[in-house]
């Protein structure tokens, strides 16, 4: 499976942005996926989980109530739906995809990593 991340920008606190994740394949809808980010001197954090079905989410806490995390199995893409973005969410975000359906928040259980999308929040 091959991701591209794309969707990242420049915003001001309080503004939204949506994270596209395409995949190539056609087994997408056997993966879990999941976001991660990746702030300068920081270690890759989870941000979101979603199940290969999309029944079942997971979050952060740093992020839940925030951010929403989708796919479309038809289109082969996930989603990460940010909201009320704040500074501290500025970092490079990565989607990933891990085989089987269950959902995981360490970054070493997934199997695919798309390049990276920057997003940066000013105050």
């Known amino acids: 499976v091959q991701l591209q991340a794309s969707g990242g920008g420049l915003v001001q606190a309080g503004d939204s942005l949506r994270l596209s994740c395409a995949a190539s394949?056609?087994?997408?809808?056997?993966?879990?996926m999941g976001w991660f980010r990746q702030a300068p001197g920081k270690e890759r954090e989870f941000v979101a989980s979603?199940?290969?079905?999309?029944?079942?989410?997971l979050y952060a806490a740093s992020v839940k109530g925030r951010f929403t995390i989708s796919r479309d199995n038809a289109k082969n893409t996930a989603y990460l739906q940010m909201n009320s973005l704040k500074p501290e969410d500025t970092a490079v975000y990565y989607c990933a995809a891990k085989t089987g359906s269950y959902l995981s928040t360490g970054p070493g259980l997934y199997d695919y990593w798309g390049q990276g999308t920057l997003v940066t929040v000013s105050s």
């Open positions: 394949g056609r087994t997408f809808s056997s993966y879990a």
């Open positions: 979603i199940s290969a079905s999309g029944g079942a989410t």
